[in-house]
């Protein structure tokens, strides 16, 4: 080997080292943080019953001062805070003979429709009788959300967590009106939720 | 010659060998104990049912393949005036142990599901509840076979959502 291919050799080879040493060199320390599986997920508005599509009161052929008288529980199933309305749907003209009454409670083992066992609210809503929300003729039921009754109608309405459930007793009664006679009405009741 | 060459293998083998023992040196090995799956099942009442507890109905932190399956149990109460067909699905909050986990669950002797956490996002068999009644669900969560090195250190929180269907009143 000539002396000139024994220098070459010598500078490839002092290459190769100085780029392994360079890297080394310039090496630093360095230290991230990272903020991984970040998930995105919707909250729910959720309520339902336990009437399994079935009527809560029914009157048939009434005579007057007969009166049909149900509960029904309502639990929320959403896992948004949430305040609810209750309102209906009416069709029909008996309405301004049938007397209704809502009382809001709990039922330890609630059985659709049955009120055994039955427990209305300490608290007088409206100053009718303790966990009453509604008094009055079915006529005059408020029939949509903005007029619906704040679940319980006080001070304070009732904030609905995830699986909070209550009972509502309702009692209709025809009135002792001739003016009833071969009339006929209908009514859907709806618990309506929207979270806060 | 020859020894010149006989120098240069045994430099070669050498480094090799020098290589290879640093590699595995520095090599980080497995801890000891491998890390636990940890699973949660919850469950909450519908309007139609009643559910007892509410919340966890399972919560296993320490799922390992070699190990029992961890138990549970829910009681659910038809509150409706109708005899109701009530059947199960999963919904898992992350999916991670979806393919790892295997569930089954019970009422009585019949098994109304028996598979991996992902096929019940499609719902279980459904049972038969009468009006006021009440069944007892037992819940067996374990790891599939074979999907215990998967399933390390994963987690998830599980929903097993209730949906109920009256069931027609024959004549």
Known sequence: MTPARRILRSLVVLAIVAAFVGSATFAAFRGTTANPNDSFTA?????????????VMNLTAAAPAQNSTGCIAVTYTGT???GVRLYASLTGTLGPYLTLTVTRGSIPTPSFPSCTGFTADATDYLGLGAGVIYSGLLSAFPTSYATGIV???????????????HVYRFSVTLVNDNQAQGRSQSADFTWEARNL | M???????????????????????GTHITRPPGALDAALTLTSSPTGELAVEPTGAVLAARDLQADRPPARGGLTVRNQTGAPLDVSLRARPASGDLDDDVRLRITAGAATLYDGTLAALRA???????????????????????????NA???????ALELTSTPRPLTP
Do not use: H, Y
Request: proline residues 6%; contains cysteine; aromatic residues 2%.
């Open chain 1, 43 to 55: 909250g729910t508005v959720a309520i339902g019953d336990n009437d399994a599509a079935a009527a």
């Open chain 2, 2 to 24: 020859p020894t010149l060459t006989i120098t240069k293998v045994a430099g070669l083998m050498l480094g090799a060998a020098a290589c290879a023992a640093l590699l595995l």
């Open chain 2, 123 to 149: 719902g279980s068999r459904s049972f038969l509840v009468q009006p006021g009644a009440s069944r007892r669900l037992k819940l067996l969560a374990s790891l599939s076979p074979g999907r215990g090195e």
């Open chain 2, 152 to 158: 390390q250190g994963r987690s998830d929180e599980v």
């Open chain 1, 80 to 82: 948004l805070d949430a």
């Open chain 1, 151 to 165: 679940d319980p109608l006080a001070a304070t309405p009732e904030t609905w967590i995830t699986s909070e459930s």
